[in-house]
């Protein structure tokens, strides 16, 4: 029965609500732009800030990587041979332009080095001793190898390095970061980061070694982050005391001014958060964080210039603009309707009555129909519990046999149909029955008839909120009887106790599957008259259901009837 028609006005009134309330989101929204601004400068210095720790840290593990395969070599062979390890180094030196020196030294002060200098390439030499010496070093020339070799002037004992006490410092041997400073030409100090890693001997007695390398930082970072012209954000990498690492943007620039101001705010804190620069179109936003090699933190971050972001909202503003006007412009077409909407009240009212009158004689029908159906059920449980009655009777005359049993067992299917019409018209509606409801009752009942035997076995049903028509119903409800009846007579046929789990589930292509397994004895080899019977009933009900019945035994039986569940017609 459908509802009965409500009247317009509702209805206008609710689309004038929401109407109204777009209008005041819409509103909102326009005035809510600024915070939208911060929030998209916020994901800017996220993404930006993502990349840029991927691309430094990308770096940072591949001289890490190569001073691995290097320190491999040299445990490999286990010798600190000039020749062959120059030859390396100096291959090392060519592919990777920011690495400035290759260090090995061992516990006895001996070491060999690759420098790179403002002159070229030389090798250094330190030989074994009880403390510092003077190391020797020569130009690396391809024409002259072992020309313009001297002796440095300074003592030197590669042991006193910081590169080699902080890899013996870690005791997982893998490469340590650490930072350092170097005099340069023209009295500048050069910052640079020292990787090294301890090499242990391989053979006993043998010294143990560490290689470390010497790398330009700065070098490294802003031959790998180049920001191009015009962009609305620049990265930022400083060193652990705050100094700039990569290139900062130059002072001309907007971005650039904002830099050095938002890092003089930053310095004051040096945590994680957002710096916020000037105001207005010149605002800018700013982010700093930490980010940890191995023995050295330095500071990832960026710096957002939120004006070149508001034109990226500029579509989204128009677009709500243009959705405030269509807004108003509903507002006066829904008005307009709502007047000429009232003349045709009272036709919708006349239509009404009539619908209204249709759906009484419609539901009227239907509730004779219902009577019919249960009488016919009712009459159709009646006239079975005769039968069961006589056949009863016949076999109270017949004496203790096979003949008797047989009467006894047709007698027990009489039951099982008369209890499935019983409870089939005693459901409250019979349009559609509710498996759940009917199989629990069903199997409450059958539960009853095996008593005592069933005192000890469980049962539980699951039909998965499944509905059919009463035809349908009546041929699962007899199958699922049959084989509950089965369940009680050959999986438990002595008071041990188990239980039946009796499922309906849905299946794909419209097909359910009706399922009942029990926990007993499992099914015998070969099936005698007495069970074969209802196994041959369950599989007449299930060619009639269209479908198929199987039977299989793991820990139990388990047996399935798969069909297609008629859908119901609707009134």
């Known amino acids: 029965m459908s509802a009965p028609a409500r009247s317009p006005t509702w209805s206008y009134l609710l689309i004038a609500v929401v109407l109204l309330a777009a209008l005041g989101y819409t509103v909102l929204s326009l005035t809510q732009f600024p915070r939208r601004t911060e929030e998209l400068a916020r994901m800017g210095l996220e993404r930006t800030i993502r990349n840029l720790r991927t691309k430094v840290q990308g770096e940072f593990e591949r001289l890490a990587m190569d001073l691995q395969k290097e320190a491999a070599f040299v445990a490999l062979h286990d010798s600190m041979r000039v020749p062959e390890l120059v030859d390396r180094w100096q291959a090392l030196l060519a592919t990777e332009p920011s690495l400035n020196a290759v260090y090995l030294a061992n516990e006895r002060g001996a070491e060999v080095a690759l420098l790179r200098t403002a002159s070229g390439i030389r090798v250094r030499r330190q030989l074994e001793g009880p403390g510092h010496g003077f190391p020797v070093s020569w130009a690396l020339v391809p024409e002259a190898p072992l020309e313009r070799a001297r002796i440095d002037s300074t003592l030197y004992d590669p042991r006193m390095e910081a590169w080699f006490s902080r890899a013996l410092s870690e005791r997982k041997a893998e490469p340590v970061w650490s930072t350092a400073e170097r005099s340069a030409e023209r009295d500048t100090i050069v910052n640079e980061v020292l990787v090294s890693q301890l090499i242990r001997a391989v053979k006993q007695g043998r010294p143990f070694r560490v290689m470390g390398f010497r790398v330009d930082a700065a070098a490294l970072v802003n031959r790998t982050l180049t920001p191009g012209p015009g962009r609305s954000n620049h990265p930022m990498v400083l060193w652990p005391d705050g100094r700039p690492l990569l290139a900062l943007p130059a002072d001309s620039s907007a971005i650039g001014r904002a830099s050095r101001i938002g890092l003089e705010r930053w310095a004051e804190r040096m945590d994680r958060r957002v710096v916020r620069i000037g105001a207005g179109p010149d605002r800018h936003m700013l982010q700093l964080l930490p980010f940890s090699l191995n023995g050295v933190t330095l500071h990832l971050g960026a710096i957002v210039d939120m004006g070149q972001l508001e034109p990226w909202l500029g579509t989204e503003r128009r677009f709500l603009s243009a959705m405030l006007a269509a807004l108003l412009t509903l507002l006066v077409l829904l008005t307009l309707t709502f007047i000429r909407s009232q003349s045709d009240r009272r036709r919708m009212r006349a239509q009404a009555k009539r619908s209204r009158t249709q759906e009484r004689k419609l539901a009227k029908v239907i509730g004779e129909r219902d009577v019919l159906d249960r009488e016919v059920h009712h009459r159709v449980k009646n006239n079975l519990q005769v039968v069961s009655s006589l056949l009863n009777m016949q076999a109270q005359r017949l004496p203790e046999g096979p003949a008797r049993d047989e009467f006894v067992r047709g007698k027990q299917r009489i039951d099982i149909m008369a209890l499935v019409h019983n409870k089939l018209y005693a459901l409250p509606d019979l349009r559609g029955i509710p498996l ?136």
């Open 436 to 571: 759940d409801r009917f199989f629990s009752d069903l199997a409450g009942q059958m539960a009853k008839l095996h008593d005592p035997r069933s005192r000890s076995v469980s049962h539980e049903v699951d039909a998965a909120g499944l509905r059919c028509d009463p035809d349908q119903a009546i041929d699962l409800g007899i199958v699922l009887c049959e084989l509950m009846s089965n369940c009680y007579q050959h999986a438990f046929p002595l008071v041990t106790g188990g239980h039946i789990d009796l499922r309906l589930e849905p299946l794909s292509n419209g097909l359910v599957r009706l399922r009942v397994r029990d926990n007993g004895r499992g099914m015998p080899a070969v099936v005698d008259g007495t069970g074969r019977l209802g196994l041959d009933v369950v599989e007449a009900l299930a060619e009639k259901l269209d479908g198929q019945f199987s039977i299989t035994t793991d820990h139990g039986t388990i047996a399935d009837v798969v069909f297609k569940l008629v859908p119901l017609r609707e009134e």
